[in-house]
T-cell receptor, first 113, second 112 residues
Framework: KAGVTQTPRYLIKTRGQQVTLSCSPISGHRSVSWYQQTPGQGLQFLFEYFSETQRNKGNFPGRFSGRQFSNSRSEMNVSTLELGDSALYLC????????????FGNGTRLTVT | QQQVKQSPQSLIVQKGGISIINCAYENTAFDYFPWYQQFPGKGPALLIAIRPDVSEKKEGRFTISFNKSAKQFSLHIMDSQPGDSATYFCAARETGANNLFFGTGTRLTVIP
């Protein structure tokens, strides 16, 4: 079974721009979560989608948003990029959410200049 | 506020030795405690997980010890190998939720 796939692997953007990251979950997994990883703050939860609905949200500003499609694929969008948004963005999928383990992709490395 | 406290920040162990990483929490609503292993350039990979109804779980060279009353859990890596050199994260999840609260990570180096 293929793992969680994230595209692109690397992105360089300028302050003020917006960016869209993509995630394809493991086949059959219906829950997709997004995490931000930085050296200073570690791994922090952004949001979770299940059956195209946002089910849970972390403590991030409204510039961070996401969506999930009917095939469970997910995208996250960051608008008006700031230097502090430079991070590794990780997508994780699980079978049904609260009762199943999370499996992570290899992330998208976003650099904001 | 860090919901899961992890120590040490870094650890150097000789090949064949035992690596021990500790985590502590306060939230009694946590009911699932996984450990993840992350290599440079890769995402975290699930290593082993435990629920609070058991005190120990072993998978190969990896063992989780869980102390519910002390709200502490630890990862033991027996017969540590250079290939185990990675960053290890403990995490916790509340009942009914899917988001994980992660510890700050431990960078393990196993010296040949």
């Amino acid at each position: 079974k293929a793992g969680v796939t994230q595209t692109p692997r690397y992105l360089i953007k300028t302050r003020g721009q917006q960016v869209t990251l993509s995630c394809s979950p493991i086949s059959g997994h219906r829950s997709v979560s997004w995490y931000q990883q930085t050296p200073g703050q570690g791994l922090q939860f952004l949001f979770e989608y299940f059956s195209e609905t946002q089910r849970n949200k972390g403590n991030f500003p409204g510039r961070f948003s996401g969506r999930q499609f009917s095939n469970s694929r997910s995208e996250m969008n960051v608008s008006t990029l700031e230097l502090g948004d430079s991070a590794l963005y990780l997508c994780a999928s699980s079978l049904d959410g609260a009762n199943s383990p999370l499996h992570f992709g290899n992330g998208t490395r976003l650099t904001v200049t | 506020q860090q919901q899961v406290k992890q120590s040490p920040q870094s650890l150097i162990v000789q090949k064949g030795g035992i690596s021990i990483i500790n985590c502590a929490y306060e939230n009694t609503a946590f009911d699932y405690f996984p450990w993840y292993q992350q290599f440079p350039g890769k995402g975290p990979a699930l290593l082993i997980a435990i629920r609070p109804d058991v005190s120990e779980k072993k998978e190969g060279r990896f063992t989780i010890s869980f102390n519910k009353s002390a709200k502490q859990f630890s990862l033991h890596i027996m017969d540590s190998q250079p290939g185990d050199s990675a960053t290890y994260f403990c995490a916790a999840r509340e009942t009914g939720a899917n988001n994980l609260f992660f510890g700050t990570g431990t960078r393990l180096t196993v010296i040949p």
